[in-house]
């Protein structure tokens, strides 16, 4: 820029549109101080005020000289920033997800920036509790902030600046937070933590075989310990780390011993961090090579990508897919590009973060929504400069201010944990990691045994490459699925309790060889309802209109939507006789049961209810990896990538549930489920079993699981959903209405589909009341349209929704309707 062109820059006046993380429909104009004017640039933070006292930190979306009409433009307080944090792509990106999910730029803000980023006036501030700062180094200002800080324990923004007597208190604020002052204590969460495997080792004083020898004579009066000693020594021989559970099942002897052995000096304990969960049943060292089924498919994605931007890895469980991912990485970064591996599950990205280390070190950035907000700070800052090369991480990952980006990894792209369902932008990750690829000049591999009807209907069509993956790695076997049907061994008196006498057999038989068995109910709980047996009554909760689930580990039935307990009912409140009754089952019914029939079984279960502690899910899954239980018994989390080694059996319990659920997708997401569980049995040369009781063993879906015929399904389910008007041929829209009256909510959603079938006519469908139709007091009424994908302009189907939206708020009939809308609602 030439100096009589910045001269004329910093003498013009400028206004600035500005996206405020609010729920507001348009961005917002502000003055521009004539001193700022060569520091104001899109991408920038800065501070506003927006009604009459708040405050916030907003992003700048436009500079112009044109004011706005309709009102006069406040000048802005401060800008934040010396460098824009987000460019001109990453706005693109929230702009097509504002439009495409029907929500405000504000609120996509809002899911988008780490907290740090979007301070507002209400924001909460905590000093950090670290040693090594030294606060004589501060200003003046910063010193009395932190004072303040250590008097009252928390302060907002706008007691800060109260304080300190001025509105522009943001850059004081950014610096004390970049320098590890403070914290905002609304992102404060407890880090993810990594497993963590304790072995057992020789304490140094017994490093060699003369002072071993000793130890042993030594020993003579403690038979026990001697023998726990020789069995350490024997076992070192054959394993890199013995554990505890490993001396225990040598000799016998008890945990007490172990730690007598500890407490004298003679054994120690060492602890490392290993992976907890597994994807695949493939070892990933940093040095490997791809065997000829890989080497292939990688050639074949590779001429793919040169065609497609997008391609589908179809790959059955154990296939070696991250091999693939891992080479296709280094073959980007090589070319001075940059790489994205989007996973489903948080918990998912520890297990592969070990293994993407191994080959890209320091290059390696993870983000999700369990670190603290100083790291999520950080990984942003670190990808906004190029630092790291390859981020891994959940779907949030997506928002990052990537550079030169030239590959999304998409695993397990089936997953509906890629979807966000509340708040807006109710966006799905992998639709929009495509639409990122495009703005970024990318290519996109999506993964999975089980690919969802939509990628492998789009592969089918020829929008994406198809590669196809169909042999375990190694000598790893497809395990031996079996289909029990309950209502036959009912007739055969061979049920006991939900158990059938085939799956107690096997479960016996896995016992005694010492290996391990996994149990799925997907119902948490101990009984998910009670009734009258003599009027029909039904225990539900006051504010949502669902059944109380009865939970034996608090004897009270709780409501899982809203939270609501009460004590268990003895006496029907409606006939007033004592004839109540728990009907169904779920994981705590289901743990009851089995200690009765396998008594000297050890038993764990896994759920949401037995997982709510700091760690409940990092120790229960420990303590199963190191076999201090026999069974795990769990709702779907157990389901989701779990790789234990003695594992050796699998049974579902009811499978029935999952494929009879009232959704369109059901048999999708059964099929996906089942052949992703029966994918965990087993090990590499063993090949594992999986059993499920159902009332329906010929139904399709199980047919087709036992089979793996994943083409199959596919076939049937894209026949069904065309003749039903479903996805892939459909779009779907939803519309939620919410009130606390029915008649109100009712009506309002009756005016709503009549203003949407003015334009739309039959596409639109409803309303009704969905499948639970009232959350906490809120009464729900849903509209659903649905799109034909040709000859039709979604954006202009989109804008006549809009148009009916605001005609409805417009009318007063209609106030205090909540109204949401949720585009591909999966």
């Not at 929230?94 to 439009?99: K, L, Q, R, T």
């Not at 939507?561 to 004590?567: M, V």
């Not at 906490?776 to 929704?801: D, P, W």
Request: net charge neutral; hydrophobic share 40%.
């Amino acid at each position: 820029m030439s100096d009589i062109t910045l001269f004329q820059r910093e003498r013009e006046t400028l206004f600035v549109e500005v996206i405020l993380p609010l729920y507001i429909a348009k961005t917002y104009t502000y003055r521009v101080p004539v001193e700022w004017n060569a520091s104001v640039a899109i991408g920038k933070r800065v501070i506003v005020q927006f009604g009459r006292n708040k405050i916030y930190s907003a992003i700048v979306y436009r500079v112009s000289q044109e004011a706005p009409l309709h009102y006069e433009a406040k000048y802005i307080l401060s800008i934040i920033d010396d460098e824009p944090v987000v460019d001109t792509k990453q706005l693109r990106l929230w702009e097509w997800i504002s439009a495409y999910y029907m929500c405000y730029l504000g609120e996509v803000m809002q899911a988008a920036l780490p907290a740090a980023m979007k301070m507002a006036s209400e924001t909460k501030i905590v000093a950090a509790e670290r040693e090594d700062l030294d606060r004589s180094l501060l200003s003046d200002k910063g010193f009395m902030v932190m004072e303040a800080l250590d008097v009252a324990g928390e302060l907002t923004v706008n007691d800060i600046v109260k304080l300190l007597g001025q509105k522009t208190v943001f850059p004081l604020l950014k610096s004390l937070f970049d320098r590890g002052y403070i914290l905002i204590s609304e992102e404060i969460k407890d880090r993810f933590k990594p497993k963590r495997k304790a072995h057992i080792v020789f304490a140094p004083d017994f490093a060699d075989s003369e002072a071993i020898r000793v130890l042993l004579d030594s020993l003579n009066r403690a038979p026990r310990q001697q023998d726990a000693v020789l069995a350490l020594i024997q076992l070192r021989k054959t394993k890199p780390e013995v554990t505890r559970q490993d001396i225990m099942e040598a000799t016998g002897v008890s945990a007490g011993i172990v730690a007598s052995l500890i407490e004298k000096g003679v054994f120690e304990v060492k602890e490392k961090v290993v992976s907890r969960l597994g994807g695949e049943d493939v070892e990933i060292t940093s040095e490997f090579e791809l065997n000829e089924q890989q080497q292939i498919a990688f050639d074949q994605i590779n001429a793919s990508l040169a065609e497609k931007d997008v391609v589908l890895l179809h790959g059955v469980t154990a296939s070696g897919k991250t091999q693939l991912y891992i080479r296709l990485i280094e073959q980007m970064l090589q070319q001075g590009k940059n790489a994205l591996y989007l996973l489903p599950e948080i918990a998912l990205t520890t297990q592969i973060t070990d293994r993407l280390k191994l080959h890209f070190g320091d290059k390696l950035g993870v983000y999700h929504s369990k670190f603290n907000d100083n790291e999520r700070a950080e990984v942003w800052h670190k990808v906004l400069k190029g630092q790291y090369k390859v981020i891994i991480g959940a779907r949030s990952s997506i928002f990052l201010p990537f550079r030169d980006l030239g590959l999304i990894v998409v695993d397990e792209e089936h997953e509906s944990s890629y979807k966000q369902y509340d708040p807006a932008p109710r966006y799905h990750a992998r639709d929009t990691a495509i639409y990122l690829a495009h703005v970024q000049g990318a290519q996109v591999l999506l993964g999975s045994a089980t690919p969802s009807i939509e990628s492998y209907y789009n592969a089918k069509a020829g929008k994406y490459g198809l590669v196809t993956l169909k042999e375990r790695f190694g000598e790893s076997k497809l395990p031996d699925i079996h289909v029990i049907n309950i209502a036959e061994e009912g007739r055969k008196e061979q049920m006991f309790s939900y158990f059938s006498g085939v799956i107690l057999q096997a479960i016996t038989d896995v016992l005694a060889r010492k290996e391990q068995v996994i149990l799925f109910q997907n119902r948490r709980g101990h009984t998910p309802f009670v009734q009258c047996n003599t009027c029909g009554w039904v225990a539900k909760c006051v504010n949502c209109d669902v059944s109380l689930t009865y939970h034996k580990s608090t004897n009270h039935l709780h409501c899982h939507y809203c939270g609501h307990a009460e004590p268990p009912v003895q006496v029907c409140p409606a006939c007033g006789m004592p004839h109540i009754e728990s009907k169904g089952f779920g994981t705590e019914r289901v743990e009851e049961e089995l200690e009765l029939l396998i008594p000297h079984a050890r038993i764990g279960r896994l759920d949401l209810d037995s997982t709510r502690g700091k760690y409940g899910f990092d120790k229960i899954i420990t303590a199963f990896d190191d076999h201090e239980f026999d069974i795990l018994i769990g709702t779907q989390m157990v389901a989701k990538g779990l790789d234990f080694g003695r594992v050796s059996l699998i049974g579902i319990i009811n499978a029935d549930a999952m494929i009879n659920f009232p959704d369109f997708r059901a048999y999708e997401r059964a099929f996906s489920l089942f052949s992703q569980v029966a994918g965990r049995a087993g090990r590499r040369e063993k090949e594992g079993r999986v059993i499920i009781q159902t009332h329906t063993p010929n139904h399709r879906v199980l047919e087709q699981v036992i089979q793996h015929n994943y083409e199959g399904m596919f076939m049937t389910e894209v026949t069904e959903r065309k003749n039903y008007q479903y996805p892939p041929f459909y779009r779907l829209i939803k519309i939620d209405l919410k009130h606390t009256d029915m008649q109100v909510v009712h009506d309002g959603s009756v005016r709503l589909a009549g203003l949407l079938r003015t334009h739309l006519g039959s596409r639109v469908l409803g309303p009704e009341p969905p499948l639970i139709s009232r959350i906490r007091n809120h009464f729900i009424q849903t509209i659903t349209l649905k799109i034909e994908r040709n000859n039709v302009s979604v954006a202009k189907v989109k804008e006549l929704i809009l148009q009916a939206i605001l005609e409805f708020e417009l009318d007063k009939n209609n106030k205090g309707i909540r109204i949401s809308i949720d585009v591909d609602p999966y």
